[in-house]
């Protein structure tokens, strides 16, 4: 069934008559708890219903929103959470902005598939009108940066010379439909396909907006021009990368200090507990390398205080065996061990002093034999 929205697609207001309204429920777009309402068929809508790569359209029957609208076979199926009376007649509003939206969008779509058809013999499999930007799926491997600037030149053009936008209706046994572009979905690209993203109309003025405010804050965070931010930032990587490197090595000699530290007491007690801040796994495992863990049983935490970190657990095999499943429940996280060490991540450093408690006792409680 063809829409009075496909007739005409300029319709913003629409008087129609309700021809059945029942029970249902809507799964939100971004998840959680189902919507309950009603689905109502209308004798014909202005309001388009997704598919073909193209979202549905928002409005008002009356003054009641529509929240979704879906094809089930010939009809369209509008989503509202007002029940609607059957045989009643009603207005239909359009959400003008978002249609508009969709049609400069699906207009670009059908100029850019005829030319990159037409230039290169790339045919379009699928297309995806998104939120923020649109996505064609082109029946070819690769394309060129050159390919792609021709396409967008002679796309331009087109523009600039208002070629006529003439839409007709076929059946389904017309021979002349096998000339008419065909969208077949809006399935991901896959092997040998590539995904030409683009933008059309009011979308392309809001990308400028968006790439001119960036550039401004850019320039005053910089303090440079345009021209020099991309350098500018190469520069700040370059110092990032180098800074990291430089704290590591740092963190690397600190753990060496540590354990150093505390091998160098006259006695050493049997348990060493350390929390720091910053810090990685490797900067724990070199201060349980340092010390050693055939005689003392090493608890090292690194990250915040009281939220999430890393923690590692070593010593004698078996203790760690025994101690290191029982570490990570009391932490809130989850860790993996073998040959004497036992490491992961916790969310609740907070309990460090629980786990301290817990390996006090367990040292207390061996033999001095043990």
Do not use: Y
């Given at each position: 069934m063809v829409?009075?929205?496909?007739?005409?697609?300029?319709?913003?207001?629409?008087?129609?008559?309700?021809?059945?309204?029942?029970?249902?429920?809507?799964?939100?777009?971004?998840?959680?708890?189902?919507?309950r309402g009603f689905q109502v068929v209308l004798e014909d809508t202005i309001l388009f219903p997704?598919?073909?790569?193209?979202?549905?359209?928002?409005?008002?029957?009356?003054?009641?929103?529509?929240?979704?609208?879906?094809?089930?076979?010939?009809?369209?199926?509008?989503?509202?959470?007002a029940a609607l009376?059957?045989?009643?007649?009603?207005?239909?509003?359009?959400?003008?902005?978002?249609?508009?939206?969709?049609m400069q969008q699906h207009s670009g779509q059908h100029l850019i598939t005829a030319i990159a058809?037409?230039?290169?013999?790339?045919?379009?499999?699928?297309?995806?009108?998104?939120?923020?930007?649109?996505?064609?799926?082109?029946?070819?491997?690769?394309?060129?940066?050159?390919?792609?600037e021709a396409l967008e030149r002679s796309v331009n053009e087109k523009i600039r010379e208002r070629v006529?936008?003439?839409?007709?209706?076929?059946?389904?046994?017309?021979?002349?439909?096998?000339?008419?572009?065909?969208?077949?979905?809006?399935?991901?690209?896959k092997k040998n396909k590539t995904n030409l993203i683009f933008l059309a109309g009011n979308r392309v003025l809001k990308s400028i907006e968006q790439s001119h405010s960036t550039e401004k804050a850019l320039t005053s965070l910089l303090k440079n021009g345009p021209g020099e931010h991309v350098e500018a930032v190469k520069r700040l990587?370059?110092?990032?990368?180098?800074?990291?490197?430089?704290?590591?090595?740092?963190?690397?000699?600190?753990?060496v200090l540590i354990a150093r530290d505390f091998k160098s007491k006259p006695v050493q007690s049997q348990l060493f507990v350390?929390?720091?801040?910053?810090?990685?796994?490797?900067?724990?495992?070199?201060?349980?390398?340092?010390?050693?863990?055939?005689?003392?049983?090493?608890?090292?935490?690194?990250?915040?205080?009281?939220?999430?970190?890393l923690f590692l657990l070593a010593g004698p095999v078996e203790a760690v065996e025994n101690l290191g499943p029982r570490v990570a429940e009391l932490l809130g996280g989850k860790g993996a061990g073998k040959r004497?060490?036992?490491?992961?991540?916790a969310t609740k450093m907070s309990r460090r002093g629980e786990v301290q408690a817990l390996l006090q006792e367990f040292i207390s409680h061996q033999s001095p034999e043990a």
């Open positions: 829409f009075q929205c496909q007739r005409d697609s300029w319709a913003r207001q629409f008087a129609t008559r309700v021809v059945s309204c029942r029970a249902a429920e809507l799964q939100p777009e971004g998840g959680g708890e189902p919507v997704e598919g073909g790569g193209q979202p549905d359209d928002r409005g008002l029957i009356g003054d009641v929103p529509v929240l979704r609208v879906t094809r089930r076979g010939p009809e369209a199926v509008h989503f509202v959470q009376e059957p045989g009643a007649e009603v207005l239909l509003s359009l959400d003008w902005e978002r249609r508009f939206d969709h058809e037409q230039m290169f013999g790339f045919k379009t499999t699928s297309w995806e009108l998104g939120r923020q930007r649109s996505v064609i799926e082109l029946d070819t491997p690769s394309m060129t940066a050159e390919q792609t006529p936008v003439i839409v007709r209706e076929l059946a389904a046994d017309d021979p002349e439909i096998e000339t008419v572009i065909k969208l077949l979905g809006t399935e991901k690209g990587q370059s110092s990032v990368k180098l800074l990291q490197k430089n704290n590591l090595n740092l963190l690397r000699d600190i753990a350390l929390h720091r801040k910053e810090g990685d796994s490797e900067f724990m495992n070199i201060i349980a390398n340092e010390i050693g863990t055939e005689e003392t049983l090493l608890f090292l935490t690194v990250g915040d205080e009281k939220e999430a970190g004497g060490r036992f490491q992961g991540k």
